[in-house]
């Protein structure tokens, strides 16, 4: 099946900085991918639709200007949470559709 | 917008047949039912996709009865390695309906030894 891959797999940053998470489709081209987050014991939130080309889709509650994403080509969405807090440590998931929706092995965001 | 609803745990021993059934009452006709599972700290796997009647592959199998307002899927003889959340989702394949799907809480296998 096709593989959609995370980068990094886990990464801690402190307070106030910026922490960039990029998602690639392997073997396909994806014009949509998208980005969820997952707190512990909970399921996946959609966060965002990313459009390559074109501004990303949020929503309702996700802040547009915390959460950058840039759909730069076809296989590459990167999602930038910017001035990370605490509360923004979760489990962040990027997606892209083939056939079906293949989903990468997410990022372990920590933030102290 | 099709809600899906499914029991939140199960518990089965190892080597039994595992049936999880999934509830969508409101299934749209161009909707399809597709089920992952997710370990812990990874991302959700696909395991099967139908639309109607029954679908297998070689990890499990999907049943869907005539109304489509449910599904099951099915896993042969389980192993502790199938212990996880496995989820169900009902979207439009041909929209791109599933980037709006809201994935319910999931139903959380436990495998006994």
């Known amino acids: 099946g096709a593989v959609v891959s995370q980068h990094p797999s886990w990464v801690i940053c402190k307070s106030g900085t910026s922490v960039k998470i990029e998602c690639r489709s392997l073997?396909?081209?994806?014009?949509?991918m998208f980005w969820y987050r997952q707190f512990p014991k909970q399921s996946l939130m959609l966060m965002a639709t990313?459009?390559?080309?074109?501004?990303?889709?949020?929503e309702q509650g996700v802040e547009k200007d915390k959460f950058l994403i840039n759909h730069a080509s076809l296989t590459l969405s990167t999602l930038t949470v910017t001035s990370a807090h605490p509360e923004d440590s979760s489990f962040y998931i990027c997606?892209?559709?083939?056939?079906?929706?293949?989903f990468g092995p997410g990022t372990r965001l920590t933030v102290t | 917008l099709a809600k899906t609803t499914q029991p939140i745990s199960m518990d089965s021993y190892e080597g039994q047949e595992v049936n999880i059934t999934c509830s969508h009452n409101?299934?749209?006709?161009?909707?399809?039912i597709t089920w992952y599972q997710q370990f812990p700290s990874q991302g959700p796997r696909f395991i099967i996709q139908g639309y109607k009647t029954k679908v297998t592959n070689e990890v499990a199998s999907l049943f869907i009865p005539a109304d489509r307002k449910s599904s099951t899927l099915s896993l042969p003889r389980v192993s502790l390695s199938d212990t996880a959340v496995y989820y169900c989702?009902?979207?439009?394949?041909?929209?791109?309906?599933?980037?709006?799907?809201?994935f319910g809480i999931g139903t959380k296998l436990q495998v006994i030894p």
């Open positions: 073997d396909f081209q994806a014009t949509t």
């Open positions: 997606s892209a559709r083939e056939a079906e929706q293949y």
């Open positions: 989702l009902v979207g439009d394949m041909n929209s791109g309906g599933y980037q709006k799907v809201t």
């Open positions: 990313s459009n390559e080309g074109s501004k990303a889709t949020y």
């Open positions: 409101n299934i749209a006709t161009n909707d399809y």
